[in-house]
């Protein structure tokens, strides 16, 4: 806390991350009453302004791992509103993930996503197409448009031996069937390297690719 006045953007989002990652591993509901995290929340606070949309996002990764919900949240969500234009690829997916992980969806924030997404979507890599499948999916999303061009890239990434983690491999299934869709030429491409690293697969991870 000596050294808060010193946090500068890049500081804050760091701080925030390993914060989040911290407590994904090890919840700990004191976190939230102990005075270095409203320390934190404050650099959050007076350095938002200042963020780029990575720091921006991560911000709200971090919240949404934590399950927080306060005012920096929404001060976050109101500056992503008016700075998704600018957005990388990265920054939509973290964004939509987050929104449907906190089950929060600012008016019209979804559809200006969605529609930037399909614009660049030739630029997501395996981590932001899952993403932003999976965001689509458990907000109940009706969106062909996005989840097919989705499909199209990732079945292009897969021909050109992009490798893909086991859980995004299985993500992206359970998104797509959950979405209803019925891109068969992308399930059997999937269904062929997952026979190949069945090994690297976990329960969950097996259970939503079956």
């Known amino acids: 806390a000596a ?3 010193e946090f500068d953007s890049t500081n804050t989002a760091t701080a925030m991350h390993r914060i989040a990652k911290w407590y994904r591993e090890a919840p700990t509901p004191s976190l939230f009453s102990d005075e270095r995290w409203r320390a934190a929340l ?13 720091h921006l996002t991560g911000a709200l990764w971090s919240f949404a791992t934590l399950s927080y919900r306060g005012a920096e949240l929404d001060r976050a969500m109101a500056d992503t509103q008016l700075r998704v234009g600018e957005f990388t690829p990265v920054d939509l997916a973290l964004t939509a993930w987050s929104m449907a992980t906190l089950r929060l969806e600012p008016p019209g924030l979804y559809d200006r996503i969605s529609d930037l997404s399909i614009g660049l979507i030739t ?14 999916a458990t907000l109940k999303k009706e969106n062909d448009a ?3 061009n989705a499909a199209v890239v990732a079945a292009r990434h897969l021909d050109a031996g992009v490798d893909f983690r086991p859980h995004e491999y ?3 299934v359970w998104s797509m069937v959950l979405s209803q869709a ?9 269904s062929t390297r997952i026979v190949c690293r069945v090994t690297e697969f976990g329960p969950q991870e097996l259970t939503n690719t079956a």
């Open 123 to 136: 630029q997501f890599q395996p981590q932001a197409l899952t993403n932003i499948c999976w965001a689509t």
């Open 146 to 148: 996005l989840v097919r």
């Open 42 to 54: 404050r650099h959050v606070e007076r350095n938002i302004p200042n963020y780029h949309t990575r």
């Open 170 to 172: 299985s993500t992206l």
């Open 182 to 190: 019925k891109e068969e030429y992308l399930f059997r491409r999937i």
């Open 3 to 5: 050294h808060g006045a």
